[in-house]
């Protein structure tokens, strides 16, 4: 029986393959609780941060898990934000750092919950977590409306997310992404090689000039409504015909610009993974993943800046593309089911 220092939640049932494990070099034991409560305390990496900064930690991480935790997502191994896997143990060693610090939880761990996300209403659902098959946008249905029988798409800078003040979904600092160091593990020191005290994490920043943006999500998702203001999703059916019209209605505009789309990797700020590529525009914070972002980008090659909004006319987007007001059911909880025993 596995002895830990904290109740771990309701893990899934089955592991990923055994040979997806081995591909990561890993075995089961990187499956068991009471292993990530002895990594953790080989690499407490969230021992300096501040106790309103680890609240909001695990309230970000529970909301992820209310979305991206289900059947397709355990297969996945532990080592991708895309896996199940993933978000329990970063729930766990969370939850572990407030122990080890004697705080209680700002309000009890799921323990009797088994999480479960189950896409409600869902028209069409991508092949896979990520595969960006098909693509969903949450807004307005007046604005979805134009998109799929004008074809008329805006994109903006990317600076512009700084400003969205009253949406936090959207607000990101979109030209600059931030890690840190923990600071118990790192050693900093002058020329001549005397070491400088570090008070709390080491801040690292990697930045990019201005671009220009479009965003859409690679998954249906219930929750997704409210977070975008939003009333309805535009549905786009097939991602490459989509592609190349946007690329080639925006040359007018943005002539010899580097065009671009992908889904975004997200990343624990305070948790690196071994050789993990870390980059402005297709990085994001971990904090964001429940949105799982697909974007499409346009780099400027020689210094020019982007300048104010873009409309990009792609012609009628009906043959692939559909607009699906929200249905709210009177108990809908969201995208996420969490089925709780009685």
């Keep these: 029986m596995e002895v830990t220092k904290v109740p771990v ?7 990923p393959h055994a040979e997806a494990i081995r591909s990561f070099k890993d075995n089961q034991h990187s499956y068991e609780a009471e292993f990530w409560e002895y990594q953790y305390q080989t690499y407490r990496y969230l021992e300096r941060l501040s ?32 896996s199940s896997w993933y978000w329990f143990r970063k729930e766990h060693q969370t939850r572990f750092e407030f122990y080890l610090r004697g705080l209680k939880l700002p309000s009890p ?9 189950v896409e409600i209403g ?25 998109i799929a029988n004008l074809g008329v798409i805006r994109i903006q800078p990317a600076s512009n997310f700084q400003d969205y003040d009253h949406n936090s979904a959207r607000q990101d600092e979109e030209q600059s992404k931030k890690h ?26 990697v930045t990019m ?53 992908n889904p975004v990797q997200y990343f624990d700020p305070y ?12 990085s994001k914070d971990f904090r964001f993943a429940y949105q799982r972002e697909y974007r499409f980008l346009w780099f400027p090659q020689n210094g020019e800046e982007p300048n104010g909004f873009k409309f990009l006319d792609l012609g009628s987007l009906s043959d692939f593309a559909e607009v699906r007001a929200q249905q709210v059911a009177p108990a809908d ?10």
């Design 9 to 15: 939640l309701r893990l899934p049932q089955h592991l």
């Design 51 to 82: 106790e309103e900064s680890l609240i909001t930690r695990y309230a970000d991480i529970l909301k992820n898990m209310q979305a991206l935790i289900s059947e397709d997502r355990h297969v996945i191994p532990i080592q991708s934000f895309l």
């Design 209 to 261: 000039p201005n671009y220009y943006i479009f965003c859409m999500s690679c998954d249906w998702d219930q929750g997704l409504f409210s977070d975008f203001d939003g009333d309805a999703c535009l549905i786009i059916k097939n991602v490459e015909e989509f592609s190349r019209r946007l690329e080639c209605a925006a040359t007018s505009h943005l002539a010899g610009w580097y065009f671009h789309h």
């Design 122 to 146: 869902a028209v069409v659902r991508p092949k896979h977590p990520n595969s960006g098959d098909v693509l969903f946008r949450y807004d307005k249905q007046v604005h979805l409306d134009g």
């Design 109 to 117: 761990a799921p323990l009797d919950i088994t999480f479960n996300n």
């Design 180 to 205: 840190y160091l923990p600071g118990g593990y790192t050693r900093i020191t002058t020329e001549n090689g005397a070491s400088i005290p570090i008070i709390g994490d080491v801040e690292r920043m």
């Design 271 to 282: 948790e690196r993974t071994k050789n993990e590529y870390l980059e402005a525009t297709m």
């Design 333 to 342: 909880l969201g995208s996420a089911t969490l089925h709780q025993d009685v």
